[in-house]
Every structure is written in structure tokens, then in C-alpha cells.
């Protein structure tokens, strides 16, 4: 009966949107990737995110930075694509006084991830670990993913869990309680089953 009640509501409400003369405007893909029209190699978008975070009554200001990088070796993943490598810089702030900086790329990940995988993969994304925030307020938790850079791809990731203490020193292992940030507010709240 709840099931039955659900389809027609769904039903009624597809029916009322068909009768408006209102438009929805076209949803638009987010590009995380760029091609070279003359070499066809693939760079993943680069992005910069940047928050405060208080840590034992400091306010510290981190800035992760994640870019393609032409100089490097171009990789192909198993799809036979050509990636050029990405790395991921992040930087921490407490006042005007820095407390880490370091930038990342894939073989500083190397004592993590096989061998083989790292060969086809690189750096595919950055973010600030919120569920450790909401828990840990002792140090800073980043998590840094390595994996095939294209997104459709099926094979595996690895994403990396960068502790970084208040005096600069740092951490690295195999992420286990992840939650990033959302992309758009409301993305990360579940709909209630019962709601129509």
C-alpha cells in the first residue's frame, strides 16, 4: 500500500510538471578534464580549496592546491588514454607563520600503493577529511586519492589519509572514515523514504 502510495505521488507529481509551461534549465556536467586538441593528452582540471580550522584554540588557515603538471612523464592508464601527471600542494597557516607546506605527487604515496597501479594512476584529487574534523580537532586530516584519472573508469582507487600535526609533522596512510566536503549544500543529506 506505502509502495502504491509513493508510484502515485511520483506519478502525479511528473503529471502536474508536464502541464507548466515552466522550463528546467539544462543540468550541466561538471568538467573535470581538458584535452589537448594537437597531442590529445588528457589533463585533469585543476582546482585550489582553502578553509580556517580551529585546532587547541588556534585559527589555522590550510590551502590545498591540486594541478596537472607538464613537465613530467606522460602516463597511460589501462584504457590506453594519456594523462599528464597531477600533484597536490598544501599549504597551513597559523597568522603570517607557516606551519606545513609540502607538495605531494604519486610516489610519495608509493609505501601505500602497489607498484603496478602507481605505474597507470596519479594524483586524481584532494580534499579536508570533515569527519575527522568533527572528531579530531588535534591536527589536520587530508585526504589525497590516487587512481586512474579518468572517472569512468572502473579500477580501483587509492585515497590516503595525510595527518599533519601542529608543528609540521606528518603522517600518511590508507584512508578509513572519509567524508568530504559536499559539492553543493544539501548533496550529502539523505532524502527521508517517507517524504514525497
Same mark, same amino acid.
Given at each position: 500500500?506505502?509502495?502504491?502510495? &509513493?508510484? !502515485?505521488?511520483?506519478?502525479? *507529481? ?6 507548466? %509551461?515552466? =522550463?528546467?534549465?539544462?543540468? #550541466? ?11 590529445? &593528452?588528457? !589533463?585533469?582540471?585543476?582546482? *585550489? ?6 585546532? %587547541?584554540? =588556534?585559527?589555522?588557515?590550510? #590551502? ?28 597551513? =597557516? ?103
Amino acid at each position: 500500500m506505502r509502495t502504491l502510495k &509513493i508510484a !502515485s505521488m511520483a506519478l502525479l *507529481t511528473l503529471m502536474a510538471m508536464a502541464c507548466t %509551461n515552466e =522550463k528546467k534549465p539544462p543540468v #550541466t556536467e561538471r568538467i573535470v578534464e581538458d584535452v589537448n586538441p594537437q597531442t590529445g &593528452i588528457i !589533463s585533469l582540471r585543476d582546482y *585550489t580549496i582553502n578553509d580556517t580550522i580551529s585546532i %587547541n584554540g =588556534k585559527l589555522y588557515k590550510y #590551502t590545498c592546491t591540486f594541478e596537472h603538471v607538464d613537465t613530467l612523464p606522460v602516463l597511460m592508464n589501462p584504457q590506453g588514454l594519456e594523462y599528464h601527471e597531477s600533484r597536490v600542494r598544501i599549504d597551513i =597557516k597559523q597568522n603570517d607563520s607557516n606551519v606545513f607546506s609540502k607538495t605531494f605527487y604519486k610516489n610519495n604515496f608509493r609505501d601505500q600503493v602497489p607498484a603496478d597501479f602507481l605505474k597507470t594512476s596519479t594524483v586524481v584529487g584532494v580534499n579536508y577529511n570533515f569527519m575527522k574534523r568533527d572528531t579530531d580537532r588535534s591536527a589536520f586530516y587530508f585526504i589525497i586519492t590516487v587512481g586512474d584519472p579518468d572517472e569512468t573508469s572502473d579500477n580501483m582507487a587509492y585515497p590516503l589519509e595525510l595527518k599533519v600535526a601542529t608543528d609540521g609533522s606528518y603522517s600518511i596512510k590508507k584512508a578509513e572514515n572519509l567524508e568530504t566536503e559536499p559539492l553543493h549544500p544539501g548533496m550529502n543529506i539523505d532524502p527521508s523514504e517517507d517524504a514525497v
